[in-house]
């Protein structure tokens, strides 16, 4: 008759911590600088089951794992009963999760602002075919380039007269004759 091992704990036997990434991307904790007792854990989610590890002892008391744990970045999913873990669940996890949410819309708000190379659309502010309105074709300019007033190929005999104050948007200087005898 042959004895079966298994690996379920005994009395007696420290419970495994076992502990989920919940980063998308890969996480690696080490006990000390020279990486004693690394654990890398592959992405969330990961389809061969990676982001799942069990901790080592010498790792469950250093803070570098007890800030993973209260940051968000590992989940126990086995052994919450170990006190170490208890202790470092029970810190506040809000400010971790609070400065993630801002990075990404701050990381956002970068990617969606547009590059000074980019090629923007605005209306020509030349004349219209009636007083008092623009002509309002498509230009296509520079993100970056304030300098060239927004003028269609039909109006770019005007930009001598067009103004740009600080900021402010560009504005077309009407003396009178705009429209004496004009066929636009």
């Known amino acids: 008759m042959s004895v079966m091992e298994t690996s379920l704990p005994g009395p007696g036997d420290a419970v495994a911590i076992m502990c989920q990434n919940q980063m998308s991307g890969p996480t690696v904790i080490a006990a000390d600088a020279k990486r004693n007792y690394e654990v890398v854990f592959q992405g969330k989610d990961h389809p061969d089951g990676e982001d799942v590890q069990p901790i080592p002892e010498a790792l469950l008391r250093t803070i570098q794992f007890q800030r993973a744990l209260s940051r968000g970045v590992l989940k126990v999913i086995e052994g919450e009963n170990h006190p170490v873990v208890q202790q470092a669940l029970a810190r506040q996890t809000d400010a971790f999760a609070k ?24 209306n020509c502010i030349g004349p219209g075919s009636r007083p008092g309105a623009v002509c309002g074709e498509q230009v296509p300019v520079k993100s970056g380039d304030t300098g060239k007033p927004p003028l269609c190929d039909r109006h770019q005999g005007l930009k001598d007269r067009c103004l740009k104050r600080g900021d402010g948007p560009w504005v077309l200087e009407d003396d009178g004759t705009l429209y004496e005898g004009a066929n636009f």
């Open 99 to 122: 400065r993630m949410q801002q990075q990404n819309m701050a990381d956002r708000e970068v990617l969606d602002a547009p590059a000074a190379a980019d090629i923007i659309v605005v």
